[in-house]
């Protein structure tokens, strides 16, 4: 007994010595990184900025930001005016540079080959997964890249709008039967909607139900500190994603054994296209998890991003009413063309100029996705700054969109400065380059076709203009949702408004 007691106590003393020392040489490479990247920044013209704390540099700083109520891209704003066009700082353990030029913007969103490719933080690598376009390195991504965009074809996006369209139209039926309407809640739902039919024909049900919240579960702990401990935001996402990734699994294996209807959506594409694959050996398959992973990159890109954009969209309608009037009239005038039953078509979005308009304009003054990460190849000077291999480069869209030297008055919601061409790279809210937004068409044919519901069928008072931003959220929402309410347009016998 006394022997087994003195194997187990010198296990134990072992195994703690062994855990110290892990502890301590992690410590020691941290210290050793830390001293490096001190001695790399007295030497050269790298951009200015603050490395913080030692190991922790501003992180704290970062997350302090996340929970304010003006959002995590406070933390950049901040520095952009202490620092300038380009500036450095230190968060989660490696150093991010932000630049707001429009010539970075176009040296490194062309770039992708040499000297850049896309980075996000590990976290939300591990959330989206690795093998999400969003994180694949550059030859993974061209492949993925090629098969997703094939998916986005004429005919899928004619179908697309009238699914859209229907979704719509059935949810403001329900909106003057509220007190208050919050405009985000309803664009989550129809969005969510929406991508979950395009992409596996997901419609009404328990499972919608239950991936539309776990789909909110994954988004907000894109920022949260990556601890996997049970009951944080970070594993409650990871749970999330495992749950989502079984559905879409469990949808796979349904139909590669031809169980339920044969459906005409984005996932049954991408299967018969492996199975084609499989007999033709010059192509490439996509894996289960490329194509789960993929799944859950589109609906997390284009729901929560459009979802946003629809709702600050309402808001800046709202406290510019003289906008609002000529988007009005061009609506009212095509409504008048057509039929109440009948469905908006791909071709009848040509004939809305200034919602298109009105649209873009929204995405500027929001920008929903405020910056861009890359990840520096090679050392290389940005700005007439060096740039180190290993670094963090954030393209800060935000920074750009609200430029007065690149828009005359920036903080002014006006459409029609758009008759102009922009200049270029002035326009990123779907980013430029190889990793362009894949959806930016739907999207904006969404934001079109929401426009043109809502103004043909209610008028409309926002109830709440705080204009704070959500904490944890990755897409710049708005923390009050957009409340409304709403008084329905009546037409005359006519049918005229
Ligand atoms: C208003 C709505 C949207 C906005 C503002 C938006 C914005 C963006 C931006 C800025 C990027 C590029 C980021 C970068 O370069 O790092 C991007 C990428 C992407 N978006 Fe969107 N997006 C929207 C809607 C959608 C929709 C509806 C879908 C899908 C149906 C979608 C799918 C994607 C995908 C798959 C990528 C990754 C492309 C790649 O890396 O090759 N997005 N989006």
């Known amino acids: 007994m006394a022997t087994l007691w003195s194997y187990a106590h010198f296990c134990f003393c072992s195994l703690a010595v062994l855990v110290l020392g892990i502890i301590l040489l992690f410590l020691m490479y941290q210290l050793v990184r830390t001293l490096q990247s001190l001695n790399q920044e007295s030497t050269a013209d790298i951009p200015p900025g603050s490395r913080g704390l030692p190991l922790i540099g501003e992180t704290l700083q970062f997350m302090a930001a996340i929970k304010s109520g003006k959002g995590f891209y406070e933390f950049v704003r901040i520095r952009r005016l202490w620092y300038g066009r380009c500036f450095r700082t230190y968060i989660f353990g490696e150093t991010h540079v932000f630049v707001s030029g429009t010539e970075s913007a176009k040296t490194i969103l062309n770039n992708d080959l040499g000297k850049f490719t896309k980075r996000y933080i590990q976290s939300i690598a591990q959330l989206v997964g690795y093998q999400s376009l969003l994180c694949a390195d550059y030859q993974h991504h061209k492949l993925i890249r090629g098969r997703l965009s094939n998916?986005?074809?004429?005919?899928?996006?004619?179908?697309?709008?009238?699914?859209?369209?229907?979704?719509?139209?059935?949810?403001?039926?329900?909106?003057?039967?509220?007190?208050?309407?919050?405009?985000?809640?309803?664009?989550?739902?129809?969005?969510?909607?929406?991508?979950?039919?395009?992409?596996?024909?997901?419609?009404?049900?328990?499972?919608?139900?239950?991936?539309?919240?776990?789909?909110?579960?994954?988004?907000?702990?894109?920022?949260?500190?990556?601890?996997?401990?049970?009951?944080?935001?970070?594993?409650?996402?990871?749970?999330?994603?495992?749950?989502?990734?079984?559905?879409?699994?469990?949808?796979?294996?349904?139909?590669?054994?031809?169980?339920?209807?044969?459906?005409?959506?984005?996932?049954?594409?991408?299967?018969?296209?492996?199975?084609?694959?499989?007999?033709?050996?010059?192509?490439?398959?996509?894996?289960?998890?490329?194509?789960?992973?993929?799944?859950?990159?589109?609906?997390?890109?284009?729901?929560?991003?459009?979802?946003?954009?629809?709702?600050?969209?309402?808001?800046?309608?709202?406290?510019?009413?003289?906008?609002?009037?000529?988007?009005?009239?061009?609506?009212?005038?095509?409504?008048?063309?057509?039929?109440?039953?009948?469905?908006?078509?791909?071709?009848?979005?040509?004939?809305?100029?200034?919602?298109?308009?009105?649209?873009?304009?929204?995405?500027?003054?929001?920008?929903?996705?405020?910056?861009?990460?890359?990840?520096?190849?090679?050392?290389?000077?940005?700005?007439?700054?060096?740039?180190?291999?290993?670094?963090?480069?954030?393209?800060?869209?935000?920074?750009?969109?609200?430029?007065?030297?690149?828009?005359?008055?920036?903080?002014?919601?006006?459409?029609?400065?758009f008759d102009d061409e922009s200049k270029p790279y002035s326009f990123l809210a779907f980013g430029m380059g190889g990793r362009t937004c894949l959806g930016m068409n739907m999207a904006k044919a969404m934001m079109m076709v929401f426009l043109h519901r809502l103004i043909t069928t209610y008028r409309w008072k926002v109830m709440d203009p705080d204009p704070s931003i959500e904490k944890w959220a990755l897409f710049s929402r708005l923390k009050s949702g957009c409340p409304v309410i709403v008084t329905r347009i009546l037409k005359d016998t006519d049918g005229f408004y």
């Open 151 to 417: 998916l986005f074809t004429t005919s899928s996006m004619s179908l697309f709008i009238k699914q859209f369209d229907q979704l719509i139209r059935e949810n403001l039926t329900t909106w003057e039967h509220k007190s208050t309407v919050i405009v985000l809640d309803e664009a989550l739902q129809i969005t969510c909607n929406a991508m979950c039919k395009m992409l596996m024909s997901l419609e009404g049900g328990n499972e919608l139900e239950m991936l539309q919240k776990e789909v909110a579960h994954v988004c907000e702990a894109m920022l949260a500190f990556p601890l996997r401990i049970p009951g944080s935001r970070f594993h409650k996402g990871l749970q999330a994603r495992k749950r989502i990734m079984s559905l879409i699994e469990k949808e796979i294996s349904e139909r590669r054994r031809g169980i339920g209807a044969f459906q005409e959506d984005f996932l049954q594409r991408l299967l018969t296209e492996d199975d084609k694959a499989c007999n033709d050996a010059t192509t490439t398959r996509l894996t289960d998890s490329e194509i789960k992973d993929n799944i859950l990159t589109m609906i997390i890109a284009g729901q929560d991003t459009t979802a946003s954009a629809i709702t600050w969209m309402v808001k800046f309608l709202d406290e510019n009413q003289d906008v609002l009037q000529i988007l009005r009239n061009e609506q009212l005038q095509l409504a008048s063309k057509s039929t109440a039953e009948s469905f908006i078509r791909l071709e009848d979005l040509n004939e809305m100029p200034y919602a298109s308009k009105v649209v873009k304009e929204s995405l500027r003054m929001a920008s929903v996705v405020p910056w861009f990460p890359r990840l520096a190849l090679q050392d290389c000077e940005i700005d007439g700054f060096s740039i180190k291999r290993g670094w963090n480069v954030n393209i800060d869209a935000r920074s750009v969109h609200l430029d007065p030297t690149v828009y005359n008055e920036p903080n002014k919601f006006n459409p029609s400065r």
